[in-house]
């Protein structure tokens, strides 16, 4: 099992453009999670999916901000237009019955 | 909704003494506490978790208790290493996985020579 993966790992990107960060989640596994995770933050969840259904976007900064997973094994984290605030480490997980989550390696934003 | 409180957020201890990381919660329904470990630069990985059903889980070096009436849980390393050095994770959820975790603010432990 490969785990969950994540990409790109690092993303470099100029202020006021469109990121667009990816996650593949353990095969079987059948919710979702978007954290993001800052010194002055720590880790906040942003949007988690059960069975590709979105349950609760309530972390979700901004409209900026936008989650799709059209398959079991797919999910993307849109930011549109990015900002310098939004420089972070991005992480998905998945998590199978009754168990603790797999955190992919993550994704580094950073939005100069 | 579930509240997660972890102190101390710093521990720094010599090699071969133990490191203690203490956890409260507010919801007293949930039933599932992992325990994570990040190291720098990577994901948080999965190190322990115990259930409500369970007082006490030991694995090797580690082990994790669970108080339900006061509701807490502590994260115990024996013999700390070097290589225990990282930021610690405590969480708590309802134990379904449709259900979020909550995490803890995270203890940094820092194991000297």
């Known amino acids: 099992d490969a785990g969950v993966i994540q990409s790109p790992r690092h993303e470099v990107t100029e202020m006021g453009q469109e990121v667009t960060l990816r996650c593949k989640p353990i095969?079987?596994?059948?919710?979702l999670f978007w954290y993001r995770q800052t010194m002055m933050r720590g880790l906040e969840l942003l949007i988690y999916?059960?069975?590709?259904?979105?349950?609760?976007d309530s972390g979700m900064p901004e409209d900026r901000f936008s989650a799709k997973m059209p398959n079991a094994s797919f999910s993307t984290l849109k930011i549109q237009p990015s900002e310098p605030r939004d420089s972070a480490v991005y992480f998905c997980?998945?998590?199978?019955?009754?168990?603790?989550?797999?955190f992919g390696s993550g994704t580094r934003l950073t939005v100069v | 909704g579930e509240n997660v409180e972890q102190h101390p957020s710093t521990l720094s201890v010599q090699e071969g003494d133990s490191a203690v990381i203490k956890c409260t919660y507010s919801d007293s329904a949930s039933n599932y506490f992992p325990w994570y470990k990040q190291e720098l630069g990577k994901g948080p990985q999965l190190i322990i978790d115990?259930?409500?059903?369970?007082g006490e889980k030991k694995d090797q070096r580690i082990a994790v208790t669970l108080n339900k009436t006061a509701k807490h849980f502590s994260l115990h390393i024996t013999e700390t290493q070097p290589e225990d050095s990282a930021v610690y994770f405590c969480a708590a959820s309802k134990g379904t996985s449709s259900q979020k975790l909550i995490f803890g603010t995270g203890t940094r432990l820092q194991v000297f020579p």
């Open positions: 095969s079987g596994h059948n919710s």
């Open positions: 997980a998945s998590r199978g019955d009754g168990d603790g989550y797999t």
């Open positions: 115990i259930r409500s059903n369970v």
């Open positions: 999916f059960n069975n590709n259904v979105p349950i609760d």
